[in-house]
């Protein structure tokens, strides 16, 4: 009996043992290797990461020799802007000559009766997969409009950004223009970009070939790093020794690119199942928490954004724009892992919870677009809704612009 049950349990590991060996040898002649050496399974990258030498290279190249037709510029303040008077996304996007989405120039002095809003943020807050006529902020323009205020809308949303990059924007271009209201849209995977520099780092794949500034949190205060952005003909050779850069102990997305950082994962298959496990789980609290780096460092950049609008005499608002995973992860019956800093910007600042206004419905492909941002009647409902709580806040007298003594002054009937 015992010599019995001892055949049956060598027989056990000796065909799990066999199962393993065979999927670990699927996986390593199924999986596909780029030309830096970089190994990929059903769609999951696999460590040991690799430096993507051979792709930066291309991209640098390839911006370089088209440089005077590119619709994305190197800028040493934010890393990357979008080039002046350009038209982008096979001609939907339209880009005046202040590098901001619009089919009209503003002066820099606003009009008298007219309130100036000005949106910061990535490509959410651009508005990537509509029209000039459909994004979000000529809706809250036309909505204002409806409610009787007389306004304009500038959006100086760009793809790729991160919280830090939006912060420098206004900072850089967005002063000069007087805004009466400054809207931050706060896009949560945000808080991931703000622990890179390299953009070509954080994604895998055709990505933009360049370096961003980067806040850090020392001592309590904020600090950027990387600024001016290191310029584009300086990559390659910055890549080539990576490992002994300065800037490499702040990029988050070089925890492993050198070596197997576990060493079970040099087994492809377990790699797999690490990558399989890890997006499973999703982000969690401790990553996004007010103690985390990545929720230390929002917190600090919102703040200091916020006040320096303040200072410039303008009404800080945020709004949160969620995305298509976050917001079936809450409809499922999940917990944000962002939740606290959400509370945070909530409690602190002049706050729009637009993921409230999204129920399961909208959770339906056909309201998203192709690149998964979101579609004509979401950006539609996107800016009814910020116009609500503007016109709101101003009926209540909880955010009056400085520049107008009476509401009336900018009423369109006035």
């Not at 310029?231 to 070596?259: G, I, K, N």
């Not at 929002?298 to 800080?316: L, Q, R, S, W």
């Not at 892992?337 to 409230?356: K, M």
Request: glycine share 8%.
């Amino acid at each position: 009996m015992i010599r019995r049950i001892a055949i049956n349990i060598v027989l056990v590991c000796f065909s799990l043992a066999l199962a393993l060996m065979l999927l670990e040898v699927i996986i390593r002649v199924a999986g596909t290797v780029d030309a830096d050496g970089q190994f990929s399974f059903l769609g999951y990258t696999l460590e040991p990461y690799v430096l993507p030498m051979n792709r930066l290279k291309e991209g640098i190249d390839a911006y370089l020799h088209n440089v005077d037709t590119a619709t994305i510029l190197y800028d040493k303040r934010t890393g990357w802007a979008y080039r002046p008077n350009s038209l982008r996304h096979q001609g939907t996007f339209t880009v005046n000559s202040s590098g901001i989405r619009s089919q009209h120039e503003y002066s820099k002095d606003p009009l008298p009766d007219t309130l100036r809003i000005a949106a910061f943020g990535d490509s959410f807050t651009a508005g990537d997969d509509v029209n000039d006529d459909q994004v979000w902020t000529n809706q809250l323009m036309l909505a204002l409009q409806q409610q009787g205020m007389r306004a304009e809308v500038m959006n100086f949303g760009v793809g790729g950004y991160d919280m830090g990059q939006a912060f420098l924007r206004w900072q850089a271009i967005g002063q000069q223009l007087q805004p009466d209201i400054v809207i931050f849209g706060f896009q949560p995977e945000n808080l991931d970009r703000n622990v890179n520099v390299f953009r070509i780092l954080y994604i895998h794949g055709p990505s933009i070939p360049f370096s961003k500034p980067r806040f850090i949190v020392s001592e309590g205060n904020l600090e950027l790093i990387n600024a001016p952005a290191l310029p584009p003909e300086q990559m390659v050779a910055t890549f080539e020794a990576f490992a002994s850069h300065p800037l490499a102990a702040y990029e988050d997305y070089y925890r492993s690119r050198d070596v197997v950082s576990k060493w079970w994962l040099s087994s492809r298959l377990g790699a797999f199942m690490y990558e399989v496990t890890k997006a499973q789980e999703g982000a969690s609290e401790a990553d996004y928490g007010l103690d985390s780096e990545r929720g230390m460092l929002g917190k600090a950049i919102v703040g200091a954004f916020g006040a320096d609008v303040v200072e410039h005499n303008a009404v800080f608002f945020v709004v949160h724009l969620p995305l298509p995973q976050h917001m079936a992860h809450i409809h499922n019956g999940g917990q944000s892992p962002y939740r606290h800093l959400l509370d945070h910007l909530r409690e602190t600042y002049h706050y729009i919870a637009f993921d409230e206004s999204l129920g399961p419905e909208y959770m339906d492909e056909r309201y998203w677009g192709p690149t998964g941002h979101y579609g004509a009647e979401v950006e539609a409902l996107l800016g009814q809704t910020v116009a609500r709580a503007i016109a709101s806040c101003i009926e209540e007298r909880s955010c009056s612009p400085q520049r107008f003594d009476d509401p009336l002054q900018f009423a369109i009937d006035n």
